[in-house]
């Protein structure tokens, strides 16, 4: 099937001896366009039904099934909507399996972490899944995974993941909360209105964290959780904004300068 383009070509007025001169009615134009991409393909069926085979083999065949990943991958852009459904479904279908830890207790992550990458670049479509499998409780206390998970997540530029991320902000477990912050700086391009409600949240948290260090000097946990989280905090202020601040002190007062200016022209 192809995509059709209407054209509205519209001919010169004619005049006739005595008669009001007349535009004739548009004539539609039906226009040949690019080809639609191939959808329910054999070769995307046969990728994700091996796929599917070697991720029940509890880890014996994760290479193959990584192998398969970048094939997909490669595919993305050329499949329709239902390969791509299906190509998400699968991959996130993968997060279910069970993998032993390894002999110093390790998870087995290889293959996870590598489904959550490749569905940094596959939204819109991957966002629900995405969404689902952080915090999820199989994989909550793998901060590797989740970290991937958030990332991901950010690169789909999505309005719903937005939120979920900004949430995140204040996760417990520091390096979800600089994951997520570096995750925000994906939406560096949206408008001033959405930057602006991102960097005031952001902001927030650092001042906050912040705080906390610079109150308790002998509180390891807030030093700790200050030293992770303020650099990718602070890099995503920075290209919100295009400022270059980079103390939180001087980033709240930049705030309180240029927070009603249009930050395009400061």
């Known amino acids: 099937m192809m995509h059709t383009l209407l ?17 004739p009615a548009p004539t539609p134009i039906l226009l040949q366009d690019e080809e639609e991409k191939p959808d329910k393909r054999e070769e995307i069926k046969l990728l994700v039904d091996a796929f599917g085979n070697h991720i029940k083999k509890r880890g014996d065949e994760d290479r193959q099934a990584l192998a398969i990943v970048d094939t997909m991958l490669g595919e993305w852009e050329n499949s329709g909507p239902k390969d791509r459904k299906s190509i998400v479904r ?15 207790g ?5 293959l996870f972490v590598a489904v959550a990458v490749a569905m940094g670049r596959m939204g819109p479509e991957s966002v629900p899944e995405l969404m689902k499998w952080i915090g999820h409780k ?21 309005k719903k993941g937005r939120k979920l991320l900004i949430d995140l902000l204040v996760h417990k477990d520091p390096p979800i909360q600089a994951a997520a912050a570096e995750a925000l700086g994906h939406y560096r391009k949206k408008d001033q209105k959405i930057r602006k409600e991102i ?29 992770v989280i303020a650099a990718p905090m602070i890099t995503t202020l920075q ?15 930049w705030w309180n300068d240029n927070k009603r200016k249009k930050w395009d022209d400061v």
Not at 8 to 23: E, K, Q, R, Y
Not at 145 to 158: C, E, F, P, S
Request: some cysteine; glycine content about 4%.
């Open 7 to 23: 054209v509205l070509l519209v001919c010169p007025a004619t005049a006739s001896i005595g008669a009001p001169s007349l535009t």
């Open 90 to 104: 699968i991959l996130s279908r993968s997060l279910n399996e069970k993998r032993r830890a390894d002999k110093d």
């Open 106 to 110: 390790r998870p087995n992550n290889m």
């Open 138 to 158: 199989k994989h909550r206390k793998d901060i590797l995974l989740q970290r991937h998970l958030v990332l991901a997540l950010g690169k789909t530029i999505d």
């Open 199 to 227: 960097f005031e949240e952001i902001l927030k948290v650092l001042n906050s964290a912040y705080n906390a260090k610079e109150g308790a000097s002998t509180d390891r946990e807030a030093q700790e959780r200050y030293d």
């Open 239 to 253: 290209g919100l904004s295009g400022a270059t601040v980079r103390t939180p002190n001087d980033w709240r007062s």
